[in-house]
Structures are given as C-alpha cells and as structure tokens.
C-alpha cells in the first residue's frame, strides 16, 4: 500500500499541491520494510488494541477485544511507522464497537493516550464514537469534550485534566455531577 500510495502522491503532485492520506488498516498496520512514505503521504495508523488499556500500557491480554489486538503489539506496530514517516495521524476508537449495549469507559484514558501519541509525533487524531449522545451510557459528550482538551494539550497535569472534567459535569448534571464522577470512576474500574 506504501507503495501505490507513493505513486499517486506523485502523480498526483504533478498537477495539484495535495497529499494523499491512507489508513493503515488491519494487515496494512504493520509498517513496510522497504517502501517509506513520500513528503506527500498522511498515514493514518489505526490504533486496534484494547481501549480498556493506555495505549503505553502493558497490562492488557491477548483478550483486550474481539480482534485478539494487545496495545503491546498495536505499540510495536505504531512506533515503527512513527520512525519511517513524520505525517502520522492515528485514528482512536473511542466506543465499544464490538458489544454495542456495553459502555466503553476510557475516559481517564484520554490524557496518557493523547500524550503518548504527541511524544511520537502524530499530527492528528480521529476520534470515532458512537455518534448518538443520547445514548450516554458511554459519556460522549464528556468523552469528546476531554477528547477536545487533551488533543489542544497532551501536556496536561492530572490535575488539569480533573478540573475540565469537573467544569463538565458540574455543567451538564449540576449539583448531582459528583455522583455521576464517582459512577464514572466505579465503571472505570471495572
């Protein structure tokens, strides 16, 4: 794919000053060992590890979703393509695609996600929910108003980061926002 993208990024520069972006998607992710990305090439990677896990993190299993994908190895496939190109952008599920009635509470993973992905250079993230904040069960509006914070500063503190959350809730629930935070945290948990 490397490859083919290269070659349409310069037929393509011949006429217009554009670049082409490819998603690099399930057996695409794992980086070429020949071809590079030309200046005119965006890679997507297509983070597929475990959303319960930081994407730094260690801890998941083998079972960290349907796929079988582990951040482990989603880490070894991304960082190689971060050392082979300086366009990357990294696309985020942020929603439990694979059991649509189960939240997908990973939150408090945003701001540790986001700053590993800024340490490695990514220039971009898409963020893919489920669309319908009426549904809540998953705290999307929260999830993409953190999401907005942390990608503006990957650099947070902690301490930043809990404050935009608690400006959110108090926002959103008033006075009963801290007893949604601590279900928020007991669903983390779990």
């Excluded at 399930?26 to 590079?36: D, E, L, N, Q, T």
């Excluded at 971060?82 to 990973?106: E, G, M, Q, R």
Aim: net charge negative; charged share 20%; aromatic share 20%.
């Amino acid at each position: 794919i490397t490859r083919f993208a290269n070659a349409v990024a310069a037929d393509i520069r011949s006429s217009w000053d554009l670049e082409i972006y490819f998603i690099a998607y399930g057996s695409a992710r794992i980086p070429p060992v020949i071809s590079r990305p030309d200046n005119g090439v965006v890679v997507c990677y297509c983070w597929n590890g475990c959303n319960n896990h930081t994407f730094g993190s260690d801890d998941c299993s083998d079972y960290g979703n349907t796929m079988g994908f582990t951040n482990w190895e989603e880490r070894y496939y991304f960082e190689a393509w971060s050392k082979i190109t300086d366009k990357l952008f990294v696309w985020y599920y942020a929603y439990n695609f694979y059991y649509f009635v189960s939240p997908c509470p990973n939150i408090l993973n945003l701001r540790e996600d986001m700053r590993y992905l800024a340490e490695h250079g990514v220039d971009g993230v898409y963020l893919e929910g489920n669309g319908d904040s009426n549904k809540g069960f998953s705290f999307e509006p929260l999830k993409d108003y953190m999401m907005a914070q942390v990608a503006w500063n990957p650099y947070m503190t902690e301490s930043e980061f809990q404050q935009h959350m608690d400006e959110f809730l108090e926002h959103a629930y008033g006075e009963g926002w801290g007893y949604i935070k601590e279900y928020l945290y007991l669903a983390e948990e779990a």
